[in-house]
Each structure stands twice: as C-alpha cells, then as structure tokens.
DNA sequence: AATGAATGAGCGTTCATTCAT
DNA sequence: TATGAATGAACGCTCATTCAT
C-alpha cells in the first residue's frame, strides 16, 4: 500500500454526510494530517490542530466530541483516499500481467518517495502497535492493497494455491513497505530509489514467475 | 538490523560512583525501554519511567540531566547491544557463503517476531521522521547491520560494483524490516511467517545469485 | 514616581469577550500585585496568583499565555494607574508653582508610606537590575513622573539649561525615592516622615530657587 | 552607606572561626555574591552556587546547613566587608567639616555606580521588606553609616538636636541611596552622574549649613 | 455554528533537603 | 571533608475536556 499517487484528503472524505458542518470538518482534518506529517504524533493536539485550522480550541469539540473521535476520523479518510485507486492501474487494458504488476511495483515505489507516505506511514505502524482499532483499520488497508498483487500473481503463476498466493503478495508488498524507511523522503537512500526500483522489479517478477509449490513447503516456525 | 536476538540491556560503565548508581541507571533504561515497547512513545513520561523503574520522578534528574539526555542513552543502549552480535554469526566457520546468508535472513525474521523488536523499531522509524539526532543513531544502526550482507553478497556474486552490492543489501534488509509490520509479534501474518522465511531465502538467494550489473543500469528516477 | 496615590488597578478593556472575561483579567492582575506587595516577588507563582485568584492554575494560561506575559500586564496596569494623576495636581489653579513644588513634594512623600508603594518600588528596582524588559519599563514610569517635576522647576528658576533642570529634577525624585526605604509603610523612620517631609520642603525649594547653572559645571567624572 | 569603595569580600569573612574548613566557606560566599550581583535573587539556588562554587551540591550542606544559613551568613559578610571603611574617609586630619563632608558624599556616590552596589543594595531593600532577620541587618548597616555623617553635621551646625541632626543624615543618606536606582551602573542617568554629584554637594551642605531647629517643628503627619 | 471561559491532570524541570558513604 | 544518591514538593506550562453563551 502507500503505493499509489493519493489523492486530496477531501475526495474521499464523508461519503454519506455527517450532522456538523463540510468545511469546517475538512478543514480540521487537513490542518490534522499536516502536523502529524510535518511533526509526528505527538504533535497532534487539539490546540494545535485548532491553531493550524484557524480555529478556536473549544470549536473542535463541536465536530468532534474527542481526540479520539478526530484521529479516528482522520485514519477513515486518509485510508479512504487511498482506496478506489487500486483497480485503476490493474486494469490497464492491453498490457500483460508482467507489465502490469512492474508498472504497480514503481508506481508503489514511488509514492513511497512522496513526504505524505514516508511520514503517514511509520507514524502508523507505531499507532497500530498500541491501539486496536488503528491495527484494524490498517490491516483493512492493507488487505485491500494486496489484491491487486494478488490478482497479477494468479495470472502469472497458475500453480500457487491461493494461500500461497496470499503469502507471496504479502511479502512482495512487505518488502516495499520497508523500503520507506530507507529510501522514503528525505532519506539516506532516496537517490538510490532508481536502482531499488530495478532490483525490485527484477526481484519480484523473477519471484512470481518461478516460485513453486514445494519451495514454500516444509517450511516451520 | 533488529535481526539478532538481543542480549540484555546492559550499560556501559560510567567513571566513578558507588555500586548503586551503576544500577539506578540501568534500571531506569530498563524501565524506559518497558514502556517503549509496551506502550508506545506516548507512554515514555519521566513520571511513568520512574514509577516503572521504582524511583521518585525528581531522581531521574540525578542520573539524566534531561529527557532527551535519557532518550539518547537509552538509543545508545539499545544499538549497542544489537552490536558485537552481528560477525559471530557470519563468521560461521565452515559454511558456505550461500548458507550463511540463508541462516543470517532467518534469523533476522525470527527477531522481528520478538515482542521487542516488533514493537520498537516502528517507534524508531517515527522517531527518526521528525528528530535528527535518533534519525542518524538509526542510519548507523542499520549502516553496522548490513555490513554482514554486503560481505555475503561479495562472496556470492563478485560481478557486482560496490554501490550495487551496497544497494542489494539495503534491499534485502528493507525487506526484511517491513515483515516485521505484517507478521511481527502478535500480527495478522504471524502464522505465515515460516512461509515468508521460506520466501525470503528463496528469493533473496537467488536474488544475489542471478542479479547482474546490467539489470541495475539503466534505472532512472 | 510612586508619589502619587494611586486608584484601584484598572486595566484597558479588551476586544471582544465576555464580562465574565475581563473580570478574571482583573482579579489575576489584582492577586498578583497583592502576592508581590505582601510576599516579594519570590511568591509571584502561577499557582499562588491562581490561588489568591480564586482560580485554577491551568486557567492563568487563557488570560496570559505565559508568566512574563503576566507580569508585563501586571507593570503595564501599575503604570498606567499612576498616569493621569500626575497633571491634576501640578495644575492647580492660582497656586504658585514654589507651592505647587511642595505640595507635589509632600503628596509623594506621603504616598511613599503606603503600604503598595513601600514595598512594589524596591522589587521594581531589583527587578529591573536583571530583566530588560522591567528595566525600560520602569525608566518610562519615572520620566513620566518627572514631567511635573521638570515644569515647576522651570517656572522657578527660569536660569537653568533644560539638561540641568533634568537632572535637578530627577535629583528631587531620586531622593525621595531613596526615602521609601527607610520612612515607608513600617519602617524605623516612619514616625519621622513629617520632619523628613518639612526638611525635603525646606531643601528642594531652596535648592531649585537657588541653583545656579555654573554650579554644576566642571563636574567632571 | 554603600557609598565606601568596599574591600573584598574575604576581609571581613569570619571574624571568629567557623567550624568548617576556611577556603571552601569563602568559595561559597564569594560564588552567592557574584550570582546574586550578576543574576538577581531569583538566582540563588543552591545549584547554581554550588556549580559557581565548583563544588557539590551535597557539599554545600556541610557548610550551611540551610539555605537561610547561607543567606544570613552572606549578608553578614558584606555589611561586615562594609563596616570598618567609614572612620578613615572621615578623619582626614586637617580637612574642614565641609570638606569632609563633600568628600564622604562624593565617595558614596561613588560607590553606587559600581557593579556590585548598584545590584546588591536593591535586591537588599527588596528582600528586607519581606524577612524580618534581613531587615534588622540592613538597618544596622545603616545606622552605622550615618554616624559619620552624624559627626560632620555636628560640628558644621551646632545649633541642632540631636533627633533633628540624625533626621538630617538620614535624609543625605537615603537622598543618595536612591540615586543607586538612576544613575548607577548601567543606569540611564549615569553619565550625568558627575552633575548630580556637583547637585547633591552643593545641596547637602547649604542645607546642613543653614537648616534652622525650627524649620523642622511644626511638621505633623 | 462557533466561541469564551474554566477545569484538573499531567508534562519536563528545578528546588531545598537528607543521609549513607 | 566532601560526595553520590535519592526524595518530595513546587515550578511554568500544556493537555484534553466541559459547558454556558
């Protein structure tokens, strides 16, 4: 996941229509994911989210009647902005199954290299290790990113039962995800990106097309 | 990194003191990685470590002179006993380049399943998002901890420059690190973590074996 | 200055807010000076101005967002409360100004034994030693007070150069000042104010009627 | 007072003989001062002294063994260092009462624009309005400066008594005093400092020459 | 629909003090 | 002599929350 150009908060944001007002909601939203990007998650308070969206500290209770009620919401919407933009790339008519699953892998790769991403994401992982709900809502993320991957893989490689499949999209979609903290923005590595992408693309592909049933067998913990 | 089993976390001696300083400062480091891991950054309070470490808040002054001071003795701590572990096992006498690398990723994934490791290094990388002095302490972490692939890889494949070898271990050690967000202690793929073992040895062999200067030319951001 | 009796602190209203507002505003400035008066400037606390206040601690923080900014406020009222006293009593009609001077002299004498004025002066000077901030504070009360001072020596002695009728006049201030600290509210020479007074009379208004410019030439450091 | 250039402050350290090792008392002393010169009374802790001290924290409690201790043993020690400097400016032998006079008044004016009376002596009448011991001592110190005074107006004006005399010092004394606040170090007024000097000899002993008993009878509060 | 006002808890830090060594 | 170790209270400040307006 993260792998996808994202969108803006707002597309995604309130699919039915809560009972408090559009803008001001939004509003709060954006100034929310912008300190945790710019300055992590225990930058996130509710005096300065109000600063950051202009608005007073005892306004927010009004369209949140808790700080957790707001990170909650906050987590909704960004994981919504990131869902509908999966089966877009998949699909792309013409190409084959190869094509299709090197173009996701660079697509991934490179919105890893976005500050959004490099920043949303750890900030993640380390919420989801401490609260239930964000390890939900994350795991839901996730599961929704790896069908794709798991789409190509059955196109490519015809032997692999499907648990198997599962395994083998995990791993690759795994293997991504750490790369954020290496060579996300602003990181050490990130002029190396170019050559990761290529050694991913060469990794996986060569993965997806050889990998037997028997190599994964036998395996214990 | 975070691929060793960890031995205790133990100090430095400072010069100087009684016999019960030593242990005061051990124990709050203790105390303090306890929260870490168990609650998250959040939990990591001056007041909570104390009550943790079963002293009196104003003490904890006595041994750090501030709370970064004590983070950053505690980052110390923390790599330095990840460090010395490393050469022992790649230096196995008598095996082959190839099995040694083989043993090194699986160790490195049965670490990432331990409570510790799970729950620390994702702190790790947020911390590093947004604080200079732990992103460096973690670069040169990871820097210690992939010296042993890059010398596995030299062995394995002697076609490659030093930046692609370089490159192939960040690769195959980024890997590695996002498993620990999937099937980390207590995670959703937990279960299949022998099959990602499997994976990964497959893969990452074969990646180092077959990998040729060429398939990383050409890469271009 | 401080020779003026001075009407309750008042402060500037405001923008915006409720009555409700302004008068904790108020009621903070209040306690504060009367810890500062009762108690020294040691026993200017957040939590014993909240106390004195009748507030919580954490409430102080919504009037002033930090302690100097409480104490700027708190200057800031003091000064503004000694203003506008000072022209009502040196333009008394039909007086004539050696008159005036003395009654000048003996209305701030008389402030000098308040209880507000003996003890808010000496840690306004020792304040002022340290703190910038006080200190230019402090400079513009006193030139202020000055004023009438420097318009009465004038009409007396109309001889003297405008630099040495400053200087004449804040000799005249200074010295009463200097009385605060052993004829002030308690002290040992309280019970001697009146002679003290007739002798200040006496000596000012000889002086400033006598003083001539080539007395303070060749004074050389 | 604080008008006699003042000798170091060891001179009159301990007149006695403490019970406690000499050097490490005077370390001390000389550490409070130079903190409460520099920085204000808000600075006297006992950390900062001890640091200042190049000493222990704990090791200042074998020295005093509180923090009111060291206080009082401080002020001891300057008003002693003070004490003993008066006698020798008054009796020059040869010089009129006079001359004498404007010597002593040019001395102590003197001495207020030096670093340590300008700082000290405020903080002084500041903390004496608040501790009961500290205003005893300063008092003291006073009444002993006066006396010089005292003696000098004595013989220059035979006609008044004794309280009218003692009234007439005090108020030289305290004219002068007050003046630390203007024109001491660092003060607005100090470069005129030499002016008022020229002011306050030509005042002082024109008033001391002709103030008549009954220009101070009929003074009533 | 939004704000002003206030609360009580907790934050990191510094304080004077104590006491065994 | 002097220090290392520890305590408990208080410091200024920020926190999430509540509620009348």
Redo the contacts with the bound molecule.
Sequence with gaps: MSGIIVPDLTVALRPGGY???Q??FEQILRAALSLLVDHGASA?????IAAAAG????????YF????DLIRELLNAIISSYEGAYHQIVHVPGASAEDRLESLITLTLEDNTTKKTTRFFPELWAMANHDPFIHERMTELYDRARVSFNELIGEINTDLASDQREALALFISASMEGMIVFAGYEKPWRPQMPMLQAISRKSFVQLVRTLRPEDMLGATD
Excluded at 44 to 48: A, P, V
Excluded at 55 to 62: H, P, V
């Design positions: 009972a408090r007002g803008e001001g996130l308070t509710l005096r300065r608005m007073n500290l005892g306004s927010l209770n009004y009647k808790s700080k957790k």
